[in-house]
T-cell receptor, first 114, second 112 residues
Framework: DGGITQSPKYLFRKEGQNVTLSCEQN?????MYWYRQDPGQGLRLIYY???????QKGDIAEGYSVSREKKESFPLTVTSAQKNPTAFYLC?????????????FGPGTRLTVL | RKEVEQDPGPFNVPEGATVAFNCTYS??????FFWYRQDCRKEPKLLMS???SGNEDGRFTAQLNRASQYISLLIRDSKLSDSATYLC?????????????FGSGTQLTVLP
């Protein structure tokens, strides 16, 4: 089945450690996105990528980094510079072209920094 | 002012009730609008797009008022399974450069 996978579902890390969250899609979508969601809040955009080898900062990029070496993969690294990394992280993708705006989400990764 | 604002609720309604959510957006250049549904501790899922002429999908009706910059979602004959958080979403990008801005969500609980 086509879709977006994120792993792991739950992740625990010690303060000061970098951690990389995986996001893979087999939908052949061009654009991919990373969001962060805190309790009782909406999604906030961290980074997005329209095409391979290109990405742009979103609204809250500080303390995060990404890469887009392959169309199907868009990993997010939460660095030790991120002051409050505990959150629910969601990856999403959209097909290329202006014909559709439907954004598909992965199941998310809950990161807890101890 | 937030780009997309929603009443956080919670809305607690009995089964069979009709409930309406409103959402306002600040960027008048926004081109496309959506309602997403998010169940507890799950990812958001597209409920419906919102078209200028208004659109209906079964018990759900979405409307857009560009002049007043608000979007609404009406749920008729509420079911227990409608209990979720409803997110108002606005695309502030242009063409293929989509940047979706999410509201904080409105929590709905349908009571038996």
């Amino acid at each position: 089945d086509g879709g977006i996978t994120q792993s792991p579902k739950y992740l625990f890390r010690k303060e000061g450690q970098n951690v990389t969250l995986s996001c893979e899609q087999n939908l052949n979508h061009d654009a991919m996105y990373w969001y962060r969601q805190d309790p009782g809040q909406g999604l906030r955009l961290i980074y997005y990528s329209q095409i391979v080898n290109d990405f742009q900062k979103g609204d809250i990029a500080e303390g995060y980094s990404v890469s887009r070496e392959k169309k199907e993969s868009f990993p997010l690294t939460v660095t030790s510079a991120q002051k409050n990394p505990t959150a629910f992280y969601l990856c999403a993708s959209i097909a290329g072209g202006a014909s559709t705006d439907t954004q598909y989400f992965g199941p998310g990764t809950r990161l807890t920094v101890l | 002012r937030k780009e997309v604002e929603q009443d956080p609720g919670p809305f607690n309604v009995p089964e069979g009730a009709t409930v309406a959510f409103n959402c306002t957006y600040s960027n008048s250049a926004s081109q496309s609008f959506f309602w997403y549904r998010q169940d507890c501790r799950k990812e958001p899922k597209l409920l419906m797009s919102v078209y200028s002429s208004g659109n209906e999908d079964g018990r759900f009706t979405a409307q857009l008022n560009r002049a007043s910059q608000y979007i609404s979602l009406l749920i008729r004959d509420s079911k227990l399974s409608d209990s979720a958080t409803y997110l108002c979403v606005v695309n502030r990008g242009s063409g293929s450069a989509r940047q979706l801005t999410f509201g904080s969500g409105t929590q709905l609980t349908v009571l038996p």
